[in-house]
């Protein structure tokens, strides 16, 4: 019974071989893949940097004398100044009452003078003209009505150091706390008014990228916590000398911010576009495999994968144009692509 059982099992073993030499084919795994179809589209190649992002104008107000501090109250809101507030130019934010400084200025004096002595200059001319009047008569009205208004000029001068204004449209970023009524001396900071609606970036680009970074290229602008929003800079300055000890040299990036999205300060990825096609074979970075006879990818006819050797131009951290190797319209694997070999069966799945 046991010599039976022996005889058994070594022809089953025998009859299994036979079956698994003649069965390869029956065998062979088909591997489930996703195909996307080759279009032409748009691609831009980008040189990579990091950089804090600066306002363009930036201001920081001082006190121009002494006076009792008084912060002006914003027409908007009705409330006084505070960061945030946007400011216009021209715009008093900050008062320093000093009514000793303001008696010493005779700003209301010196006005009734330039008037006075403006409708003296001109009755001397009328007069001139009939011959009424001397030329040295009409000489000395003239240059009393210039020393008076010299003076008015100075008094306005010295009047307006009363009062903190603004010299250009912008946001208050700044404003250090001082109580109402206190006295406050000259030279003290006041407030700091930026205009960041358009702002710059200073960026140092290693030496290789020297003859790619042009002034007027575009940059792509991202701050990494807002992503989904990009904002267009422009090339606006390279500096044409490399720096001794770092190698690299410097640009300076100018940013449209109509919006305020960007703030002083902030850290941001900027993407220089150095080239760019518009109808261009793209395919994703991710699919392409290398191998010894070059850059390998996948496509699928008639349920089998075919291996493909591509010549590749322009590329970016997501995509890569194919100069050579694939066809519009073809159907390329980009899922399942890591375990095919040249002729492998495939299922295409959604």
């Avoid at 059982?5 to 022809?11: A, G, N, P, T």
């Avoid at 748009?42 to 001082?62: G, N, P």
């Avoid at 912060?71 to 021209?90: C, Y």
């Avoid at 000029?153 to 109580?179: C, H």
Wanted: a positive charge; glycine letters at 6%.
């Amino acid at each position: 019974m046991k010599k039976s059982w022996i005889i058994f099992l070594s022809l089953a073993f025998f009859s299994l071989s036979c079956d698994d030499g003649a069965g390869d084919e029956a065998l062979e795994i088909t591997i489930p893949v996703n195909v996307k179809e080759l279009k032409r589209g748009k691609i831009m190649e980008f040189v990579s940097s990091t950089a804090d992002i600066l306002a363009q104008k930036k201001e920081t107000l001082l006190s121009q004398t002494d006076g009792y501090y008084r912060l002006a109250k914003n027409p908007e809101s009705g409330q006084p100044f505070r960061p945030g507030d946007k400011v216009t130019q021209g715009q008093v934010i900050i008062f320093l009452d000093n009514p000793e400084f303001e008696n010493n200025i005779a700003y209301n004096s010196k006005e009734l003078t330039l008037d006075i002595s403006k409708r003296e200059y001109e009755k001397q001319q009328s007069l001139f003209k009939k011959g009424g009047v001397t030329q040295r008569e009409l000489i000395n009205a003239e240059r009393a009505y210039m020393d008076a208004r010299y003076a008015f000029e100075n008094a306005k001068i010295q009047l307006n150091k009363l009062r903190v204004t603004v010299s250009f449209d912008g946001v208050i970023t700044s404003l250090p706390y001082y109580t109402n009524g206190v006295y406050t001396a000259a030279g003290q900071i006041m407030a700091e008014v930026m205009d960041y609606k358009t702002m710059y970036a200073e960026v140092d680009f290693p030496a290789k990228e020297l003859g790619r970074i042009k002034s007027g290229q575009f940059v792509r602008v991202t701050q990494y916590n807002l992503p989904g929003d990009t904002l267009i800079g422009t090339v606006q300055q390279v500096d044409p000398a490399l720096d001794v000890q770092s190698r690299s040299f410097k640009t300076k990036i100018i940013v449209d911010n109509p919006n305020n999205k960007l703030r002083p300060g902030m850290f941001v990825k900027l993407e220089t576009i150095v080239a760019s096609q518009d109808s261009a074979l793209i395919i994703p970075q991710n699919v392409i495999l290398s191998k010894r006879r070059g850059k390998t990818v996948f496509v699928v006819e008639k349920s089998a994968a075919q291996q493909r050797v591509i010549v590749t131009g322009l590329e970016n951290e997501e995509n890569v144009e194919v100069l050579s190797g694939l066809k519009e319209g073809e159907r390329l694997v980009i899922k399942g692509f890591e375990t095919l070999r040249n002729h492998s069966k495939v299922k295409i799945v959604r």
